[in-house]
């Protein structure tokens, strides 16, 4: 939606390439905030870091998935997040996947 414009590119980057700056560490504080409010839901929450480039945090919520908590809800969740990551829409998020070093 046009009207998050703003939000999404706020929160972009915000861990993943970051500065020693008062703006950075409230852009990260933000980012903590929100991913505990999306911590509800494992995808909405590896969605939500992918976005702010979060990779780390990413991989670490995908580890500590407890086999007893998949369900056939979840399979259909990360099947839907990855076919919205593998289009061209999301070639930006790949790039900058491959562009990690951690």
Known sequence: AP???????LLKDSIGFK??????????????ILLHTFS???????????????????STFLQRIDPIDV????????????DLIERPLFRHLHLRMLDCED
């Open 71 to 82: 369900s056939l809800m979840f399979y259909l969740e990360l099947d839907q997040l990855i």
């Open 40 to 58: 509800h839901n494992i995808v909405a929450a590896v969605t939500f870091s992918l976005w702010g480039s979060a990779f780390l945090t990413t």
């Open 3 to 9: 009207e998050t414009e703003d939000f999404r590119e």
């Open 19 to 32: 500065d020693d700056t008062i703006r950075d560490e409230r852009r990260s504080r933000l980012f903590h």
